[in-house]
């Protein structure tokens, strides 16, 4: 049952503070988040940038990058993802503890940016795995990663433990693993993840 903002304020005033079994695993949630410690190309310099005193991550609870993705929830795809480099990304994934986000960093990681028309770049890393934020850019400043981390943090902070809206990983018809692509004999077997993305209808 939800509780009435103003009262909670006006409670909060008194000393007795309210609050939901969600609203606290959401907390909990948002405030601890784990990035994995890893990078691809140039935005990889902007994330480390990013963790040093000057924008300080660790104010957001995200101080501690894990070597492993056995302990991190977060993965942050800094840079260009390679043809050869999309099926160790999807396996790193897989391997994410749940609940599990990733945040696409720069042009590269979104779209494959300057180097799209490229023969040996993904499109796309969202056509294998979920992405939860994008930041275009490229490469984008240490600001917009910390916005990205923020919007982010709003978007944990809203799920809702059951009904339609909870979270990928709470259903369980949702996929736990996603497959890993292959190199074919011209590019990648699939060349995308049907249940992640589709292929656009352009209407002219």
């Given at each position: 049952?939800?509780?009435?903002?103003?009262?909670?304020?006006?409670?909060?005033?008194?000393?007795?503070?309210?609050?939901?079994?969600?609203?606290?695993?959401?907390?909990?949630?948002?405030?601890?988040?784990?990035?994995?410690?890893?990078?691809?190309?140039?935005?990889?310099?902007?994330?480390?940038?990013?963790?040093?005193?000057r924008y300080d991550l660790a104010r957001f609870g995200a101080e501690v990058f894990r070597p492993s993705?056995?302990?991190?929830?977060?993965?942050?795809?800094?840079?260009?993802?390679?043809?050869?480099?999309?099926?160790?990304?999807?396996?790193?994934?897989?391997?994410?503890?749940?609940?599990?986000?990733?945040?696409?960093?720069?042009?590269?990681?979104?779209?494959?940016?300057?180097?799209?028309?490229?023969?040996?770049?993904?499109?796309?890393?969202?056509?294998?795995?979920?992405?939860?934020?994008?930041?275009?850019?490229?490469?984008?400043?240490?600001?917009?990663?910390?916005?990205?981390?923020m919007t982010l943090q709003k978007k944990i902070d809203e799920q809702s433990l059951t009904g339609e809206?909870?979270?990928?990983?709470?259903?369980?018809?949702?996929?736990?693993?996603?497959?890993?692509?292959?190199?074919?004999?011209?590019?990648?077997?699939?060349?995308?993840?049907?249940n992640v993305w589709t292929v656009p209808v352009v209407i002219r």
């Open positions: 049952m939800a509780v009435d903002p103003e009262l909670k304020i006006e409670l909060g005033k008194q000393g007795i503070f309210v609050t939901t079994i969600q609203e606290l695993y959401n907390w909990g949630r948002k405030s601890s988040v784990w990035p994995m410690q890893f990078g691809l190309a140039c935005c990889a310099i902007e994330m480390i940038a990013t963790t040093m005193a993705p056995r302990q991190a929830d977060l993965m942050i795809v800094s840079g260009t993802v390679t043809k050869k480099m999309a099926p160790q990304v999807v396996r790193l994934y897989n391997q994410m503890a749940e609940p599990r986000y990733v945040i696409a960093m720069g042009a590269c990681a979104i779209s494959g940016g300057p180097f799209k028309q490229g023969y040996n770049v993904l499109k796309g890393i969202d056509r294998y795995i979920p992405v939860d934020v994008h930041i275009p850019g490229c490469p984008p400043r240490p600001e917009a990663l910390l916005q990205a981390f809206n909870r979270p990928r990983y709470l259903n369980v018809d949702a996929p736990g693993e996603f497959p890993v692509p292959e190199q074919g004999e011209h590019d990648l077997v699939p060349a995308s993840n049907p």
